[in-house]
């Protein structure tokens, strides 16, 4: 018999379609299943009109079966089948698609959701086989045919017996070799694997006899010592699921179900914190089940945490995790998208950038946020549970890109209340605020008890107005960025203005800087360039000093920065205010006047290294502050 040449540039074509396109041998059961269903689908769709057929939708399926003596692996279907033109046109020419002209032909068959386009899926087979052969009957002929190949060098067609319509695919797996194994594909709980991993949601049953093990009945007869006896025996087992769950109705899914298929997919083992089910047809058709994990992966934080969303084209597995559906911000959702709609690459194992795969990145973020929001407002001790978890990731998204996204995330955000004892929205907080208050006022530091006990925050929270506690080390950098909330400024009550003081207030406060001004002088002389200035506070009640900072970079953020990896830190402008209603400021004055400088850069000494302990920050010299408040003792 003639063997004929493929229609294409064929063997540099075909070793590039064996050995280039596909990443992942085991891809190969995946295209040839898709390629079964497909047939079917064809067949089913021309059941709907003609009653010719004599078939419904449950007498369809896929098979596979194996014969390892002999290496072979078959995967047969009892689908539309092909003609031998059919066998020559789809199977002779390399990147011929017959379902393509079927989508193309059959406008009204979109909804039967026909997975192969490209016409290159099944010479993946040629990646684990040495031998192909194709037997195949088309629906309405009394005729089979064969198609045969052993790669690029041909193939052949000749006729064939085949008592029923469809399709059978023989697979001489290749024997291995010192860098493949080829004996998986011929393992049946390696093609279990396989089929449950790629194609477990194809629509139509997939079956193969398996080995299984039973105990045999007690014999009537058997003694008090009889111990069971067990057989091995076959039998038929479809191995997908087929229906999706995903596409039931959410009314018709307990929630059980949800959380089980949950921690069956995701490997957790508690449920999630909520399960969000969106679908959605027009522009971008998709149907997406996502949930939100009740505890944070223990490298969620980390570098090696991979973000992304299983990927489905039709109930058929693309993408592991597809991080082009989530945002940074909402990489700790995990779940399902299944698409008809998305531009896949020639061997569908990735996407192509195009607007379809944007449009559903778009619709699922506002899904998820819309979620959350719920969660918020309506399941409170569950959303600050999440929020524990990945209240972190929510703040980053707010500060990176320039602060780009906070529009969408600061709703979602969550901050301890000093005057409430417990996490307020900002939203909650501006509604909360006292008429006249100009400012949304926070500290920021490492313990939010240290944090309640800032000279500073004795002033705000004696003006009945509220003081938010930022303990995380984004916490400063998330409300910068973001620099204002409901045209309410962000104002840190240990940098600037305060805007607490009445006109006569400043006016007086100025009056008493400029007249103390040589003793500011000579307590910034003796501090040298640890501060900035010296300077008179308006934001003291009760302490004697404290600590605050001027420009971009406050005391809290030069802390952060400096723990970080990398180049030098930026340093804060430190200002030392000293509080003009203390007695200490009597001393300080008495000092300078009398002119004992010794004694006066002692105290300036101890008071600056107060002022870095009530600010959380370490003495810079320890064993001198010491003995410099020793020889007070004395």
Request: charged share 30%; with cysteine; hydrophobic share 35%.
């Given at each position: 018999?003639?063997?004929?040449q493929?229609k294409?540039?064929?063997?540099?074509?075909?070793?590039?379609?064996?050995?280039?396109i596909?990443?992942?041998?085991?891809?190969?059961?995946?295209e040839?299943i898709?390629?079964a269903?497909?047939a079917?689908d064809?067949?089913?769709?021309r059941?709907l009109?003609?009653?010719?057929?004599?078939?419904n939708k449950?007498d369809f399926?896929?098979?596979?079966d194996?014969?390892?003596?002999?290496?072979?692996?078959?995967?047969s279907d009892?689908?539309?089948g092909?003609t031998?033109?059919?066998?020559e046109?789809?199977?002779?020419?390399?990147?011929?698609s017959?379902s393509?002209?079927?989508?193309?032909?059959?406008?009204?068959a979109?909804?039967?959701?026909?997975i192969?386009?490209?016409?290159?899926?099944?010479?993946?087979?040629?990646?684990?086989s040495?031998?192909v052969?194709?037997v195949s009957?088309?629906f309405?002929?009394?005729?089979?045919?064969?198609w045969?190949s052993?790669?690029?060098?041909?193939?052949?067609?000749?006729p064939?017996?085949?008592?029923?319509?469809?399709?059978e695919?023989?697979?001489v797996?290749?024997e291995?070799?010192?860098?493949e194994n080829y004996?998986?594909?011929?393992?049946?709980?390696r093609l279990?694997?396989?089929?449950k991993?790629?194609?477990d949601?194809v629509?139509?049953p997939i079956?193969?006899?398996?080995?299984k093990t039973?105990?045999?009945?007690?014999?009537?007869d058997a003694?008090?010592?009889?111990?069971?006896?067990?057989e091995?025996?076959r039998e038929v087992?479809?191995?997908?699921?087929?229906?999706?769950?995903?596409k039931r109705?959410?009314?018709?899914v307990?929630p059980?179900?949800y959380?089980?298929?949950?921690?069956?997919?995701f490997?957790?083992?508690?449920d999630p914190?909520r399960?969000?089910?969106s679908?959605?047809?027009g522009?971008?058709?998709?149907?997406a089940?996502l949930f939100?994990?009740g505890h944070?992966?223990?490298?969620y934080?980390?570098?090696?945490?991979?973000k992304?969303?299983?990927?489905?084209?039709s109930?058929?597995l693309i993408?592991e995790k597809?991080?082009?559906?989530l945002s940074d911000?909402?990489?700790?959702?995990?779940?399902?998208?299944d698409?008809?709609?998305?531009?896949?690459n020639?061997s569908r194992?990735m996407?192509q950038k195009?607007s379809?795969l944007?449009?559903?990145?778009n619709?699922?973020?506002k899904?998820?946020k819309s979620?959350?929001?719920?969660?918020k407002?309506?399941?409170r001790d569950?959303?600050?549970?999440?929020?524990?978890?990945f209240?972190?990731?929510l703040?980053y998204?707010?500060?990176?890109d320039?602060?780009?996204?906070?529009d969408?995330?600061k709703?979602?955000l969550?901050?301890?209340s000093a005057k409430?004892k417990?996490?307020?929205?900002l939203?909650?907080?501006?509604?909360?605020?006292?008429?006249g208050?100009?400012?949304i006022?926070?500290a920021?530091?490492e313990?939010?008890d240290?944090l309640?006990k800032?000279p500073?925050a004795?002033l705000?929270l004696d003006k009945?107005y509220?003081?938010l506690?930022l303990?995380?080390d984004?916490d400063?950098?998330?409300l910068q960025?973001?620099?204002?909330y409901e045209e309410?400024e962000?104002k840190?009550i240990?940098s600037?203005d305060?805007?607490l003081e009445?006109?006569e207030e400043?006016k007086?406060?100025e009056?008493?800087?400029e007249?103390n001004?040589?003793l500011?002088?000579a307590?910034k002389?003796?501090?040298g360039d640890?501060v900035t200035?010296?300077t008179l506070?308006?934001r003291?009640?009760?302490?004697p000093?404290?600590l605050?900072?001027?420009g971009?970079?406050?005391?809290?953020?030069?802390?952060?920065?400096k723990?970080?990896?990398?180049g030098e830190?930026?340093?804060?402008?430190?200002v030392?205010?000293l509080?003009?209603?203390?007695p200490?400021?009597e001393?300080?004055k008495?000092?300078?006047?009398?002119g004992d400088?010794?004694k006066?850069?002692?105290?300036?000494d101890?008071?600056?290294?107060?002022?870095?302990l009530i600010?959380g920050?370490?003495?810079?010299?320890?064993?001198?502050?010491?003995?410099?408040v020793?020889k007070?003792?004395?």
């Amino acid at each position: 018999m003639a063997v004929k040449q493929f229609k294409a540039e064929s063997k540099k074509l075909l070793d590039l379609m064996i050995n280039s396109i596909y990443t992942n041998k085991e891809i190969f059961l995946r295209e040839l299943i898709s390629n079964a269903s497909d047939a079917i689908d064809k067949l089913y769709f021309r059941s709907l009109t003609d009653q010719t057929v004599g078939m419904n939708k449950d007498d369809f399926c896929i098979r596979l079966d194996v014969d390892k003596e002999n290496r072979i692996l078959t995967i047969s279907d009892n689908g539309i089948g092909m003609t031998k033109e059919e066998l020559e046109k789809n199977l002779g020419t390399i990147a011929r698609s017959g379902s393509l002209d079927f989508k193309t032909e059959n406008k009204s068959a979109q909804d039967i959701d026909i997975i192969g386009q490209f016409g290159v899926g099944f010479y993946s087979a040629f990646m684990v086989s040495s031998d192909v052969t194709v037997v195949s009957r088309a629906f309405g002929s009394d005729e089979a045919w064969q198609w045969e190949s052993k790669g690029a060098e041909g193939y052949t067609i000749s006729p064939a017996e085949k008592d029923t319509v469809g399709t059978e695919i023989t697979l001489v797996i290749k024997e291995n070799t010192d860098t493949e194994n080829y004996d998986e594909f011929l393992d049946e709980y390696r093609l279990v694997d396989i089929v449950k991993k790629y194609s477990d949601y194809v629509r139509y049953p997939i079956k193969m006899e398996r080995e299984k093990t039973r105990q045999k009945p007690r014999p009537e007869d058997a003694g008090e010592d009889y111990k069971p006896e067990y057989e091995t025996y076959r039998e038929v087992e479809t191995l997908n699921s087929m229906i999706p769950l995903w596409k039931r109705s959410k009314s018709e899914v307990k929630p059980e179900e949800y959380n089980e298929f949950y921690k069956k997919k995701f490997f957790d083992y508690t449920d999630p914190a909520r399960t969000i089910v969106s679908r959605t047809e027009g522009t971008a058709t998709y149907n997406a089940l996502l949930f939100i994990p009740g505890h944070a992966p223990y490298d969620y934080y980390t570098r090696e945490y991979e973000k992304g969303l299983q990927l489905y084209a039709s109930g058929v597995l693309i993408m592991e995790k597809c991080p082009d559906l989530l945002s940074d911000y909402f990489s700790f959702v995990k779940g399902i998208v299944d698409s008809q709609d998305l531009s896949l690459n020639i061997s569908r194992e990735m996407l192509q950038k195009d607007s379809q795969l944007k449009l559903i990145h778009n619709a699922l973020e506002k899904k998820i946020k819309s979620e959350l929001t719920a969660m918020k407002n309506n399941e409170r001790d569950k959303y600050e549970e999440f929020f524990k978890n990945f209240g972190r990731q929510l703040k980053y998204g707010c500060y990176s890109d320039y602060g780009t996204h906070s529009d969408l995330l600061k709703d979602l955000l969550l901050f301890y209340s000093a005057k409430e004892k417990k996490l307020v929205s900002l939203e909650e907080y501006v509604k909360a605020m006292p008429e006249g208050q100009k400012y949304i006022y926070f500290a920021a530091g490492e313990d939010a008890d240290r944090l309640a006990k800032l000279p500073a925050a004795e002033l705000v929270l004696d003006k009945g107005y509220d003081l938010l506690l930022l303990t995380e080390d984004v916490d400063e950098f998330c409300l910068q960025m973001m620099r204002s909330y409901e045209e309410k400024e962000f104002k840190n009550i240990n940098s600037g203005d305060l805007g607490l003081e009445t006109e006569e207030e400043k006016k007086q406060a100025e009056e008493a800087a400029e007249e103390n001004k040589p003793l500011f002088e000579a307590i910034k002389a003796a501090l040298g360039d640890k501060v900035t200035k010296v300077t008179l506070s308006t934001r003291l009640k009760s302490h004697p000093v404290c600590l605050s900072s001027e420009g971009p970079i406050s005391i809290e953020m030069e802390r952060v920065l400096k723990g970080m990896p990398g180049g030098e830190a930026p340093k804060s402008e430190k200002v030392l205010e000293l509080n003009p209603n203390h007695p200490v400021f009597e001393t300080m004055k008495s000092l300078q006047a009398s002119g004992d400088t010794e004694k006066l850069n002692a105290y300036a000494d101890i008071l600056y290294n107060q002022a870095r302990l009530i600010e959380g920050l370490p003495v810079e010299d320890a064993v001198a502050y010491t003995e410099a408040v020793c020889k007070l003792m004395k």
